[in-house]
């Protein structure tokens, strides 16, 4: 039996099908995989803040800095402030 070669991707005869997160996530914006995955990143941060985990905490939890959940509910403030005016 002989060796088949692998062709790349550009060269073969492939469908698009997306990823686990959308059917077509290449297709309807750049990066979405990993823009969703920060998002929900973004709401479990929140969601332990708000019930009272400690900031270090929380940073311990998710591997990241005792900055980027200070940041992280900043915006989550911003974003209020947004909701409040546009209802006025």
Do not use: H
Request: a positive charge.
């Amino acid at each position: 039996m002989r060796d088949v070669p692998v062709l790349p991707g550009e060269y073969s005869n492939w469908k698009d099908t997306g990823c686990e997160l959308y059917p077509l996530c290449l297709e309807e914006q750049p990066r979405g995989k990993q823009q969703t995955r920060l998002k929900l990143r973004a709401y479990a941060i929140r969601k332990m803040r708000l019930s009272g985990v400690g900031v270090r905490t929380v940073a311990m939890a998710f591997g990241v800095s005792v900055r980027t959940v200070q940041r992280e509910m900043k915006r989550r403030k911003g974003m209020l402030k947004q909701i409040k005016s546009r209802a006025q």
